[in-house]
């Protein structure tokens, strides 16, 4: 859910009006007072947006990332073999005063 967040110099409101059936995060006005977190619904955050633009605009809004799930990996029916290793080979150090 959208987290609104009221600015410093917000003055405190009791939102009403939202309609009927829009889901809610609590029953009656929505009360808002600077600095302090409200989750919302997205029916709730849609009704402001467009019956109370002025709110939205004294308001910082955090939205919860979205969530991507990758889809399951599927194994291969193809035998694969290695027909070869790994070699490391290492560079000898150089020495302080020895020349190459």
């Known amino acids: ?9 917000f003055m405190p409101r009791d939102i009403e009006g939202f309609p009927p ?3 809610r995060s609590a ?8 600095g302090v977190a ?5 029916d709730e955050l849609n ?3 467009s ?3 002025d709110v939205m605009g004294e308001c910082d809004l955090l939205t919860p990332p979205v969530v991507h799930t990758a889809a399951p990996v599927r194994a ?11 070699v490391v080979s290492e560079k000898p150090s150089k020495k302080k005063g020895s020349a190459e």
Do not use: Q, Y
């Open 1 to 9: 859910m959208p987290t609104l967040i009221p600015r410093p110099g």
């Open 21 to 23: 059936k829009s889901k």
């Open 27 to 34: 029953p009656g006005a929505l009360h808002l007072a600077p």
């Open 38 to 42: 409200r989750e919302i619904t997205d």
């Open 47 to 49: 009704f402001l947006g």
């Open 51 to 53: 019956a109370r633009p």
């Open 76 to 86: 291969s029916a193809t035998n694969v073999t290695d027909s070869t290793s790994l």
